[in-house]
């Protein structure tokens, strides 16, 4: 009986395991591996085997010489240019801001699908996720007609500028654009996270509270905003962390002007060819994500153990 829970726990676990091991804990590795090697003469990593004319391989790394093969300036480089840093500070006040904007605008919005009526509710929900059923990039190419130049929204736009005595304003390849296309992505993955929240909250709570004399800020300060800190940390951390790494947006958005540490990964990949060094950003970047994602578990977790209190 014991043999035979054994194996169904296997059955179970082990294919999702595989799956971790093959895609992304041996990439991971590779990745790393690759932070500490040379780039090679024409992009890529330096070769640690070598291949004569009769077909034999040779290994050109040993014991002797590991030093000419494995090195540590990716990093240093990383480090000393200044560069560098300054963007991933961008990247993290792009995510920051986009963040900040999607939680002011997802709040009412799941506030008022949780406090909706059940057909009503599953209609707002369905509306919510509906674009997901359409392609990532269709949906920011219509985002690039609706801010161009001939567009009517742009036109109107600097229409109304001129009234006021204001130079028309380009919004394609601007932030705007970039944020604009940040916030629409990612909006719904900050209202899902806080509509579950909101939708257990006990209405006795502030019934009781506002027969108490709280009027309506100090009831939603009080009691329904501290009870929907674990939606909040869940939607920060499901908003600002792929929108730390984003690379798409800014690229058809935003121009060269608002490059994020995701194009710059890409362009060490694919454009540069400079592997080592694309791999060092891949790993700050990991870290950095995985750093993120700790502390909004650990703010999540802390605020539910006082709520349980």
Known sequence: MAHSKHTTKWLISGPPLLYLLI?????????????????GDYGGLMPLVSTSDAGASTWLINQNNWREFLTLENFLRFVEDKVYVEL????????GLTTLVCLVMAYPLAWLIARSARKTRDLLVLLVILPFWSNFLIRV????????????????????????????????????????GLVYVHLPFMVLPL??????????????????????????WKVT???????????VALVFIPALGMFAIPDLLGGTNSMMVGNLIKQQFLDSRDWPFGSVLSIMLTLTVLLLAAIASWAGSRHKKKGKK
């Open 23 to 39: 895609f992304f804990a041996i990439p991971s590795l590779i990745m790393a591996f690759a932070a500490f090697r040379f780039p």
């Open 88 to 95: 991933f500070i961008k990247s993290f006040w792009y995510a």
């Open 195 to 220: 509509y579950a929240n909101l939708e257990k909250h006990d209405m006795t709570l502030l019934d009781a509270a506002q027969d108490l004399g709280a009027n309506a800020w100090q009831r939603f």
């Open 225 to 235: 905003w501290p009870l929907s800190l674990p939606g909040v940390w869940a939607g």
């Open 141 to 180: 190419y219509a985002w690039m007609i609706i801010l161009g130049p001939q567009s009517y929204f742009s036109s109107t736009l600097n229409k109304v500028l001129a009234v006021f005595g204001i130079e028309p304003v380009s919004l394609l390849f601007s932030q705007f654009a970039v944020i604009v």
